[in-house]
């Protein structure tokens, strides 16, 4: 007889095969027509509410494994508060101005377009080419299965944007932080504008390191030589070091730390002033010879002496000035000083009153005030100036210098400083920055804790945020100017007055304007700004724009404020860039516009890597395109991915790494189809109540309980890599290793209305709609997947799985139940082992094809042999073990006989009493005939079905 038609067989249309490329776009075409964003929110309109705000990226290129890592991890803690029982709102969004897009549109553009095309044309093409871009990235988003009001989202370039933005900048102005000034700033040569310290990347390069004479002039010689007579006779010379030979033209002093000790070394023919700590490394480096060292003079003590010295390339002396940014690092304590090229000079300058000088264009190309090197490139000066100092015999020593220096992130080439008239925020205003400090130690979590200290550090060292950018697509910044003055006016009732213009028109009324000034007669406040005798006519605008992270920074209040009616948000979600970047921006905008920070809680995450921590790039051949990735895994492999890494450092990614997600992928979903399919059949009414279950049923599902309890505890606390790890031992070890094993006996060969099979299959559907639930906020579309094989079956009626309201003060695990059980699988652990050997001596082949014995002189031991073999089917022993017989008694003469070295036991194993049924493949003694005797228990249930 063909027995296996009695069995009770997993039947299910769930298929082992995910094929999520094909799949996955069905069940998105299933979310928008459930309107699946808006039915959520409507669901939980009195749940409490998340907000998550995106931090927006540019709407340019091509969506990268960086760019789905952030969305990826923001869908994750918005399905996770949907776990949580909360209603979460999350609103797209996208960076639509600025350098990146305004630079794809004019490479597109011919080499007569670019000097023709007005600014109102190369404008109208950015907005088409970001609005191009959004778009794009729109699909590949919700691809990716991340949920939000896409329909919906903030777009930076929205005239009502535009318009809050100005609004928001004119608070600014008002309080006094906004201010105009030459000073130098990060300047990118290639796209002629400045940047901000977001806007750079740190690269190994490599500069020429120099130690230049600067002579003292005669009148100083003498004043030293008063003080030390021993410096008579010879020239007398100071000695810097620099690793920007280009800015020597552009020296205006020579800076020493007012508390350093400088001494005068005899170098033979002439005499160094050095600082006293680095006059042996000085001689080493550069080969001189130090006879002797005359005199010890404190940097103030010579600054006092009011010495000069003739700079290499002009005529005019410069002084000894002091300032404690020299250091004894390296160099020679005396510090080649432009103030027109860099920060710190800049800031000694203004003590000292010295010039601002620069002789550079936009272009990195020296001016007419620099003759000998007019026209050359500042990289190319380097040697020019090299060979000049050389023939003026100032040049002591040159050495190649490797050393970490900023470059533009779009050009990739190294940035200069140069000082610029340009527009700031001041940090030091209204003591700005010590508030910004007092809401970054108390008034927001940082996840991890140490993003706290890396913004607090970029803060406490920042005097300002340069916020010009000289290019055409984007905000204005609205400030006028009258006639030739260079003395710009900004107004905060002007600006608001054409914010409220701009909120309709967009700025593209302010760049008409610059081209006819008669536009601004729409602004009435102009009039009581023009001077007596002056007309619009006399007006000019101003040209420069708003940094992209003013832009950004103020959508806290544009979009979340304003729009949406939330201050402050609840999470903010970015890289670990952003602490110099969104999130700095933002906050400086929110507090000083006299508001609390705009965020809770700041969650950052790390860069995507390959296994060798190389960034992801083109040119090392480790990038992947996004959309290939997709067609050829699915995105839910992709999303177990990013929730399997520890996010808050970096994120290796390669096509190693995905294989092995994808294999711990197919364990889930495997996992999951075996309990589909041994659902077939069952429905809530043949539910059996947790106390009548066998107790390896509410075992399992105690071990459910704990695990839910981690993983509901590890989604709060945004661990989603504790949750895969959690998910994957419970799938594989206690589930399909051990649960899943031992019921399949039941499931199979009891009968199909009987308490064990209905305690299991009662169990298993409690589990699979909990574990489905779970898992959704990670594996989206293979849980919707899972969710309507179950809604088929009758399980759960809601429509898709992100619109169930989850239990979350389930029951507690039953501590005592899961120890007693401890015990028991104990007992199984140390049998298999002793079976398996029984299988390589080939006494046995399947396990039921054995019995088991355990000997102890342990009481306790003992008494759990003798309850577990006398427990119900199910419970009982031999079914743990999945052995035909099982029990207390004497090991002696069995087969294979072992010690267990961790219990108090003797376990033999033996070949199985009587015959194999041929149903159920247990030996017993009832059987007669294997050919066609049953044993009594398959008896039992084979008259059932013929009933």
């Not at 029951?811 to 082992?833: G, H, M, N, T």
């Not at 073990?881 to 087969?895: E, P, Y």
Request: hydrophobic content about 35%.
């Amino acid at each position: 007889m063909d027995y296996r038609s009695t069995l009770n067989l997993p039947k299910t249309d769930f298929p082992m095969r995910a094929n999520l490329p094909q799949r996955e776009p069905e069940f998105l075409k299933k979310w928008e027509g459930l309107d699946l964003y808006h039915a959520i929110r409507e669901q939980r309109k009195d749940k409490t509410a998340f907000v998550l705000h995106d931090g927006p990226p540019y709407a340019n290129g091509e969506i990268h494994m960086g760019t789905a890592l952030n969305k990826i991890l923001k869908d994750l803690v918005n399905k996770s508060k949907l776990l949580l029982g909360m209603n979460t709102h999350y609103r797209p969004g996208w960076d639509c101005h600025g350098l990146p897009i305004e630079n794809a549109v004019v490479q597109q553009l011919t080499e007569e377009e670019r000097d023709s095309l007005p600014a109102g044309e190369i404008r109208r093409r950015c907005r088409n080419y970001a609005l191009k871009f959004v778009d794009k990235h729109r699909k590949s988003f919700k691809r990716l299965g991340v949920i939000g009001d896409w329909e919906r989202p903030y777009l930076t370039l929205k005239p009502e944007f535009e318009g809050e933005e100005m609004r928001q900048f004119a608070r600014l102005v008002r309080k006094g932080y906004v201010y105009q000034g030459l000073k130098p700033v990060h300047w990118c040569p290639v796209f002629k504008t400045a940047l901000a310290e977001a806007e750079l990347e740190y690269e190994d390069h490599v500069s020429p390191a120099i130690f230049v004479r600067f002579p003292f002039t005669p009148e100083s010689t003498a004043k030293l030589t008063g003080k030390c007579p021993a410096l008579s006779g010879k020239p007398v010379n100071a000695v810097i070091w620099t690793t920007t030979p280009w800015t020597l033209p552009a020296n205006r002093a020579v800076c020493l730390h007012p508390n350093f000790i400088y001494t005068f070394i005899d170098a033979g023919d002439e005499s160094i002033l050095i600082a006293k700590d680095l006059a042996a490394s000085f001689t080493e480096k550069t080969g001189l010879a130090a006879n002797a060292s005359h005199g010890d003079f404190t940097g103030r003590e010579l600054e006092q002496l009011g010495l000069a010295m003739t700079p290499p390339f002009s005529e005019t002396p410069v002084p000894i000035i002091c300032g404690t940014h020299v250091t004894l690092e390296q160099g020679t304590g005396a510090v080649h000083t432009a103030p027109g090229h860099g920060h710190e000079d800049y800031l000694v300058s203004l003590e000292y009153k010295l010039e601002v000088f620069s002789p550079v264009d936009d272009a990195g190309c020296y001016t007419a005030q620099s003759p000998i090197l007019q026209g050359v490139f500042v990289e190319k000066a380097n040697q020019p100036i090299l060979e000049m100092l050389k023939e003026k015999g100032l040049l002591i020593h040159h050495e190649n210098y490797k050393h970490s220096y900023p470059y533009c992130w779009r050009s990739k080439r190294p940035i200069i400083f140069r000082a610029t008239r340009q527009w700031f925020v001041s940090l030091e205003e209204d003591n700005l920055r010590q508030r910004l400090l007092d809401a970054i130690d108390s008034k927001v979590q940082w996840v991890p804790a140490w993003g706290r200290s890396r913004i607090r550090g970029m803060v406490e060292n920042r005097q300002e945020w340069c916020i010009s950018r000289q290019r055409s697509w984007g905000v204005p910044i609205p400030a006028l100017y009258i006639g030739d003055s260079d003395q710009a006016i900004l107004d905060p009732e002007f600006i608001e007055e054409a914010a409220a213009i701009i909120q309709t028109e967009g700025t593209d009324f302010w760049f008409k304007a610059i081209a006819e000034s008669e536009q601004l007669n729409r602004i009435k406040r102009l009039s009581a700004l023009l001077p007596e005798g002056k007309t619009v006519n006399d007006v000019r605008l101003e040209t420069d724009i708003l940094d992209v992270w003013f832009d950004s920074g103020v959508t806290h209040h544009s979009v979340m404020a304003q729009e949406e009616g939330v201050f402050p948000v609840d999470l903010y979600l970015e890289g670990s860039d952003q602490h110099r970047g969104w999130f700095q921006s933002s906050l400086v905008t929110s507090v000083g516009a006299g508001h609390e920070p705009p965020y809770k809680t700041v969650l950052t995450h790390g860069f995507t890597v390959d296994e060798t921590g190389k960034k992801l790039s083109k040119s090392l051949g480790n990038y992947v395109v996004l959309d290939d990735l997709l067609k050829e895994t699915g995105a839910d492999i992709i999303r177990l991915w990013v929730a399997s890494e520890d996010f808050r450092g970096d994120v290796s990614f390669s096509k190693n790494i995905l294989a092995r997600t994808t294999e711990s992928y197919r364990r889930i979903r495997n996992t999951a189809r075996f309990i589909l399919g041994n659902l077939h059949g069952y429905s809530h009414e043949h539910a059996v109540t947790e106390e009548d279950r066998r107790g390896l049923d509410r075992w399992i599902l105690n071990r459910w309980r704990e695990t839910k309890r981690r993983i509901l505890s590890a989604y709060e606390m945004y661990d989603f890599h504790r949750i895969v790890y959690d998910v994957n031992n419970f799938c594989s070890v206690d589930l399909s290793a051990l649960y899943l094993d031992i019921i399949k006996d039941r499931l199979y060969v009891s009968g199909k209305d009987s308490l064990e099979r209905r305690s299991a299959q009662t169990t298993l559907a409690e589990i699979i709609i909990d574990l489905t639930l779970c898992l959704a906020p990670i594996l989206s579309f293979t849980s919707d997947e899972i969710w309507d094989e179950l809604r088929t079956m009758g399980l759960v009626t809601e429509s898709c799985v992100f619109l169930r309201l989850t239990e979350q003060n389930g029951k507690k695990p039953d501590s005592a139940l899961l120890e007693e059980w401890e015990r028991v699988f104990q007992l199984r652990a140390e049998a298999i082992k002793v079976i398996e050997l029984a299988r390589k001596k080939e006494i046995i082949g399947h396990s039921l094809d054995c019995r088991v014995v355990f000997e102890t002189s342990d009481n306790t031991w003992k008494t759990v042999i003798e309850r577990a073999a006398a427990a119900p089917l199910g419970d009982d022993l031999a079914s743990i073990l999945i052995v035909s017989q099982a029990g207390f008694g004497d090991a002696n003469g069995m087969d294979v006989v072992e010690t267990s070295v961790e219990l108090p036991l003797r376990i033999g194993v033996a070949k199985a009493a009587g015959e194999k049924c041929p149903r159920c493949w247990h030996y017993d003694e009832a059987v007669k005939d294997p050919e066609s005797d049953v044993c009594p228990r398959c008896g039992d249930v084979m008259q059932t079905i013929s009933a």
